[in-house]
């Protein structure tokens, strides 16, 4: 049962609040002024925290910020209801420390989907963000604003840890934040590199974090038949092709080259081989009952060799790697009519994605590397027919299609 500690000095509020909040699977506890609050947060020791923030006086917001500081109360679900309506006083409420606001009086539902809100971000394990979602060539320009024009890169915060997938174009920006963030510190990355085509590693020269002395940057990925990990992106390098070679990196880079499972902090990270024109890899993370799959630039066995016992296993496995996913970035590159001009190109359609996530029974599909030729409108295009393709099969996934800077919580 989720308990909601209500602490609200204004009597009318703290029974709006308390009716607002009726719903079967709560419990509300009410607190008229702050000090029987901070005594009843100790003992009740509830799953989130609603402040009312009365004005003039707004000593809510002073409440807030000690609760804040106490490490028992670091990760607790707050949210603020205060009648100041200003996008500004909704900012300044999450500065110190508040997960929502609220403005009083509020409609409905507002207050209670805000606490369900604030619950479900506090219970967060992966915080994953698209830098870069395009597949083969950067398509910066008016028709691909929104989805965005960067090549694959995909950053996954998991508490203190960084992971970061593939480092096309997208990883510049990234590097940026980075950079920002930890100006003060030294970083430490864990980049796995799904396969080295330039779409895929093309950002690397300019991520930032890698010319920082006391950085620690770790790539992982395959050797390839004929060459290192660190070759690879030695060559990338050359002088023919970039003025500043791998060597003159500051950043202390640790190449790996993957033989099984990984483990990083609390996140398990393992790897399985895809379908396309060298080696490509997938990878699956775990860590505390969540997953996340990243599965790029892979070509399903039945549709480029045809149908066998074989080709029907290495299907299978596939979508087994993918079993469960909390989350599934998949490609989904060509329409169905597109593919049937590229088959043997090493990428999958639209269906191709949606069958995975079907067989999955994945909870969310992201549908990634975007085709160069699609604008934004086919993109949207792309993934309504996916949508209909799963609610054909009456399958409950929510689909939706990678984007710049978009932010996902899991
Ligand atoms: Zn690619
Ligand atoms: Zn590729």
């Not at 110190?96 to 479900?120: F, R, T």
């Amino acid at each position: 049962m989720t308990k909601v500690l209500l602490i609200e000095e204004d009597a009318q509020a703290r029974a709006a609040a308390e009716s607002a909040l009726a719903a079967p699977d709560l419990t509300v506890k009410t607190a008229p002024d702050f000090q029987s609050g901070l005594d009843l947060l100790r003992v009740e020791k509830p799953t989130a925290l609603v402040i009312g923030v009365v004005v003039p006086d707004l000593r809510g917001y002073d409440l807030c910020q000690e609760i804040r500081r106490d490490p028992d109360f670091q990760h607790l679900p707050i949210v603020i209801c205060s009648a100041q309506p200003y996008p500004a006083d909704a900012r300044r409420a999450k500065e110190l420390g508040a997960d929502d606001y609220v403005v009083k009086p509020y409609a409905g539902q507002q207050l209670l989907d805000a606490v369900w809100n604030a619950i479900e971000l506090n219970s967060t394990v992966f915080r994953v963000k698209f830098w870069g979602t395009r597949g083969s060539i950067a398509t910066p320009g008016p028709e691909t604003v929104r989805y965005g024009g960067n090549t694959a890169c995909v950053e996954v915060r998991c508490g203190e840890d960084i992971i970061i997938f593939d480092c096309g174009t997208g990883i510049r920006e990234l590097g940026l934040e980075l950079a920002r963030e930890y100006a003060e510190k030294n970083l430490e990355v864990h980049l796995f590199v799904s396969h080295t085509h330039w779409d895929h590693i093309q950002g690397f020269p300019f991520f930032q974090p890698a010319y920082r002395p006391g950085n620690r940057v770790n790539i992982f990925s395959l050797h390839s038949p004929d060459r290192s990990l660190e070759k690879l992106f030695t060559g990338q390098m050359d002088g023919n092709y970039f003025p500043v070679t791998l060597d003159d990196l500051m950043a202390r880079l640790h190449f790996e080259e993957l033989v099984g499972d990984v483990q990083i902090g609390d996140v398990k990270i393992s790897h399985m081989h895809l379908n396309h024109p060298g080696l490509a890899l997938s990878f699956r993370m775990e860590s505390k009952g969540r997953s996340f799959v990243y599965m790029t630039d892979h070509e399903p066995y039945q549709k480029l060799l045809g149908e066998s016992a074989h080709t029907k296993k290495l299907d299978a496995e596939i979508d087994a790697f993918a079993k469960h996913a909390d989350l599934l970035i998949r490609e989904a590159q060509y329409t169905d009519e597109e593919y049937l001009v590229k088959k043997g190109w090493g990428h999958s359609s639209t269906s191709d994605a949606a069958s995975t996530a079907m067989n999955a029974d994945v909870k969310k599909l992201v549908l990634f590397h975007h085709d160069p030729m699609h604008d934004d409108q086919q993109v949207d295009a792309i993934v309504e027919s996916c949508r209909e393709k799963v609610s054909h099969h009456s399958k409950r996934i929510h689909v939706m299609g990678a984007a710049d800077k978009l932010t996902l919580r899991i």
